[in-house]
């Protein structure tokens, strides 16, 4: 025993700070396996997921590897297209669910597709975490990110509700090249921001914001080379075998009849009276709108700093957490339609923004509940039409990034 008492006290510093770093990181996994069981928990609290059919056939189609049946040729209507989700997903699924009839066999193929639906969740965990962590240097932050998204109603929109791991899928690349880019390895930022373009397009809008942290024309230049590959590569085998198909895949759904509320925005209103634009032109609208506003956002945070510093200064990695809150708010209004799930990039963002100033997310669950509860109430379709629907949640969506605006002037 005086030997073993001996041996501690001898023991060099470092290998107890060792073992207390090897204790951190152990209860931080704990933690991150403890909230994806939260998240699990909550999404099975409801039922309805719609569009997992749409959702499933592609994947079941690469399951059995016949890629050509995966998405149709042609569809008959807007509900329809909805099957077309970029292909990330579905080859995630495809061989989750391929190698589960390889090794149990046909029995229990859905269950086999929600697990991989919920594979997404660990995703966004994952790098999430590391993000928060990154923001503040320390694990402070990324503690209060788990809770918050232990607390978050939007991954139960996205997979309970609706069935769209696709749209968690990108988060989670989105979050992990924006990860990467801050320790700037921008080829490897740029991979990941592609592959989450494959999963779903919207993340497209995260590279006018990753251009404007990218210190010189060289990294810019890897970082548009790797998202460019990253993106292409899981439509290859579509194009290969179904161009027609995977070019309306890479397109992405037609919009939906306008005047639903509370989904449809103002944007999405202008189909109807008194303005009866053309289905086609606002189709085209929504795809164009979100990705010009997220371009204005990098533009004009580019002029501030100018004015300010005189010359181009790259945006931090903070800065690039706010712009990117910024980008996302402007999408849900900048397209025709803003479904309930559409939200989980924006409060998932802020969430980590909020965290790293060292401070719960509680702004981020609050203002959060707010709008799950403009989706999940019926208040909307009960009191309102579908023209003032939509400017109600333009106005909510404002107070949101207003006060967002305020949070970011109070903690410096």
């Not at 594979?119 to 990324?142: D, Q």
């Not at 990860?179 to 006018?208: C, D, F, T």
């Amino acid at each position: 025993m005086a030997a073993d008492v001996i041996s501690r006290i001898d023991a060099a510093p470092g290998d107890l700070l060792g073992e207390q770093r090897q204790g951190s990181r152990a209860a931080l996994w704990c933690l991150r396996a403890l909230t994806l069981a939260a998240v699990v928990l909550v999404v099975r609290t409801g039922h309805a997921q719609i569009d997992r059919a749409a959702v499933a056939a592609p994947a079941y189609a690469v399951a059995s590897g016949h890629l050509g049946a995966a998405y149709p040729s042609a569809v008959a209507s807007a509900r329809d297209s909805v099957a077309f989700q970029a292909p990330g997903f579905s080859l995630l699924a495809g061989a989750v669910v391929a190698a589960w009839e390889a090794v149990v066999g046909p029995p229990g193929a859905a269950g086999a597709l929600t697990f991989a639906a919920y594979c997404t969740v660990a995703l966004v965990v994952w790098a999430g975490g590391r993000l928060a962590r990154r923001h503040s240097s320390g694990p402070t932050a990324e503690v209060m990110f788990l809770v918050a998204v232990a607390l978050s109603p939007w991954f139960r929109e996205s997979l309970s509700n609706y069935f769209h791991p696709g749209d968690v899928m990108a988060l989670g690349f989105l979050l992990l090249g924006l990860y990467l880019a801050s320790e700037s390895r921008w080829a490897w930022a740029g991979a990941a921001v592609g592959l989450g373009i494959a999963s779903k397009q919207w993340a497209v809008l995260a590279l006018p914001v990753l251009a404007v942290m990218a210190p010189d024309a060289r990294q810019r230049g890897r970082l548009g080379g790797a998202t460019l590959a990253g993106a292409a590569l899981p439509f290859v085998p579509f194009f290969v075998v179904a161009p027609r198909a995977a070019w309306d895949v890479l397109r992405g759904p037609v919009p939906v009849p306008g005047g639903l509320v509370p989904q449809t925005t103002v944007v999405g209103m202008l189909r109807e009276y008194p303005f009866h634009v053309q289905v086609s032109h606002v189709d085209d609208l929504a795809r164009a709108l979100p990705l010009v506003c997220a371009v204005a956002v990098a533009a004009c945070w580019l002029l501030m700093t100018r004015r300010t510093h005189g010359a181009f200064v790259p945006a931090s990695l903070e800065e690039g957490v706010w712009l990117l809150v910024a980008c996302f708010a402007l999408r849900l209004v900048a397209d025709c339609i803003a479904l309930s799930y559409y939200a989980l990039p924006l409060f998932t963002l802020l969430a980590i923004a909020e965290a790293g100033r060292g401070r719960f997310p509680l702004y981020t669950v609050l203002s959060g509940f707010v709008l799950a509860a403009w989706y999940g109430t019926g208040f909307a379709r009960r009191v309102l039409d579908p023209w003032h629907a939509a400017i109600v949640f333009t106005f909510l969506v404002g107070l949101v990034a207003a006060g967002a605006f305020v949070l970011i002037r109070r903690t410096g």
